[in-house]
């Protein structure tokens, strides 16, 4: 008769060595959308910052088109934000008269593309969808078979003893997931929408078409953007963190 605590204990490292090889190459698809283009950082302090937009996994950049000196005399030629620290941006912003000419062709190609997705389009984005959900029975399978290891056998106490290094593993087996699939938002893809940002005590409105969404952020394409209410909007596709935005209304 097999070895069920041994068969457990390997699965489990199998799948988290998995887990963290894909994990450490995953990065949020609607910052990723943006990459190598010029975009303005809008924080929730009213910090403002532009420069290429680098991404990685555990956080961004933004290269600054031009080395300058801060008021300490320091040399700086780029802004480092960190994945805990993404709850400070309020925005980012990618304004289509700052992008490059080919940039501009290439995002007029992805608009279409976007707006009013193709059958097959629409298809392959619900086999994307079918597999997020998958993560769910994922975490069931492993509940069961860590639960089934603490009572097969007397060293499944080390397992009941290491309760909180366990769930840090079931959390390194679906984090690298990144997405939040929701339904509501979900059939609405490709379709104009008006999506609610929160400055401060006030809500604004914008509306475009909605690409894309994350755990973390949603992305908007073809909004009429502007920073402070003194300024005049300009075209430009659009990130915001699910904290502050939301789609509150189909705009078609």
């Known amino acids: 008769m097999p070895d069920t605590f041994a068969i457990t204990i ?3 490292i199998v ?17 990723g ?68 000419e080919h940039r501009k062709k290439e995002r007029e190609r992805e608009l279409k593309r976007t707006y009013h997705p193709t059958a097959l389009r629409r298809l392959k984005r619900r086999i994307q969808n079918f597999f997020k959900t998958v993560r769910d029975s994922v975490m069931e399978v492993v509940n069961l078979l860590i639960g089934q290891a ?58 475009g078409v909605l690409k894309d969404y994350t755990a973390d952020f949603t992305e908007i394409m073809d909004v009429n953007y502007r920073i402070t209410e003194d300024q005049t909007a300009r075209k430009a596709d659009i990130v915001i963190p699910r904290k502050y935005g939301i789609i509150r209304h189909l705009g078609e």
């Open 10 to 12: 390997i699965s489990i």
């Open 33 to 100: 959308d943006f990459l190598d283009d010029l975009v303005t950082l809008e924080e929730a302090s009213g910090k403002i910052i532009f420069g290429k937009l680098s991404v990685e996994n555990t956080g961004l950049e933004l290269i600054y088109p031009a080395k300058h000196k801060d008021k300490s005399g320091h040399d700086k030629s780029s802004y480092i934000l960190y994945k805990n620290e993404y709850p400070n941006i309020r925005a980012l912003i990618r304004y289509h008269d700052e992008l490059s």
């Open 150 to 207: 603490k009572k097969a056998t007397p060293a499944g106490g080390v397992l009941t003893s290491q309760d909180k290094y366990v769930s840090q593993i079931k959390q390194e087996l679906t984090g690298f997931m990144g997405t939040s699939f929701e339904p509501l938002i979900e059939r609405h893809i490709g379709k104009r929408v008006v999506l609610e940002l929160a400055k401060g005590d006030k809500v604004f409105e914008y509306t």
């Open 15 to 31: 799948f988290t060595v998995v887990a963290a090889f894909i994990r450490g190459r995953v990065k949020d698809k609607c910052l």
